[in-house]
């Protein structure tokens, strides 16, 4: 519940909750995706974002599935950016173009 005042829905928090899912992407590889955005989500945007609105609502707000699919969108595209990155680095020697030594031929 970082933000109580101010505009709760902001890029800062968004890169936070991001952050946070790689964590536990990190620590948790084989739980669910939406449950490491739920768990950021819960921990970076205050309740008058999320919370307060679906306890009126008796149903999942439609900011909350905004931000949700915010940060599961960067999540996704920082996952996939760091696997080409790997892939990058393992095909290094490779992208090396042959060694070219040049000789007279002889007669």
């Not at 800062?12 to 909750?17: G, L, M, V």
């Not at 990155?85 to 020697?93: G, I």
């Given at each position: 519940m970082t933000y109580e005042y101010g505009d709760?829905?902001?890029?800062?928090?968004?890169?936070?909750?991001?952050?946070r899912v790689l964590k536990f992407r990190r620590e948790a590889p084989n739980a669910p995706l939406e449950q490491h955005v739920e768990?950021?989500?819960?921990?970076?945007?205050?309740?008058c974002v999320i919370e307060i609105?679906?306890?009126?609502?008796?149903?999942?707000?439609?900011?909350?599935?905004?931000i949700a699919s915010e940060v599961r969108q960067r999540v996704q595209r920082r996952l996939a950016d760091d696997r080409i990155?790997?892939?990058?680095?393992?095909?290094?020697?490779a992208?090396?173009?042959?060694?070219?030594?040049?000789?007279?031929?002889?007669?």
């Open positions: 709760p829905f902001n890029r800062e928090a968004i890169e936070k909750a991001v952050s768990v950021a989500i819960h921990e970076h945007f205050c309740s609105e679906e306890q009126i609502e008796q149903r999942r707000s439609g900011i909350h599935d905004t990155d790997e892939a990058s680095k393992d095909s290094f020697p992208s090396d173009p042959p060694g070219w030594i040049w000789e007279r031929r002889s007669r």
